[in-house]
């Protein structure tokens, strides 16, 4: 089993920076990636950044140059620097892992922690 824990979220300004941070620990074997989702009120749970062992990283266009994604492979945690925060990157971000085994591919969640952006 493997979890995931978050942290580094709250409330900030317009303009503002956070940085979250997901440790995850348990029975893990091969990562293939770790990245972060977020899902705002009555949306559908949608990418933000993924670092990808063998292909780097990828950002949604949203947050392109304003956030980056990175890990720390020693300690099996990756963050995510936000900066130049906007009212539309309130919501909850979820940490997301997914691992290789036996060729099969397992995706594990944190448990959100909110983001939430005033004007």
């Known amino acids: 089993q493997v979890q995931l824990v978050e942290s580094g979220g709250g409330l900030v300004q317009a303009g503002g920076s956070l940085r979250l941070s997901c440790v995850a620990s348990?029975?893990?074997?091969?990562?293939?990636?770790m990245g972060w989702y977020r899902q705002a009120p009555g949306k559908q749970r949608e990418l933000v950044a993924v670092?990808?062992?063998?292909?780097?990283?990828n950002y949604a266009d949203s947050v392109k140059d304003r956030f980056t994604i990175s890990r720390d492979n020693a300690r099996n945690t990756v963050y995510l620097q936000m900066n130049s925060l906007k009212p539309e990157d309130t919501a909850v971000y979820y940490c997301n892992l997914a691992t290789v085994k036996g060729g099969l591919t397992y995706q594990y969640w944190g448990q959100g922690t909110q983001v939430t952006i005033s004007s």
């Open positions: 348990g029975r893990i074997f091969s990562i293939n990636a």
């Open positions: 670092i990808r062992s063998s292909s780097g990283t």
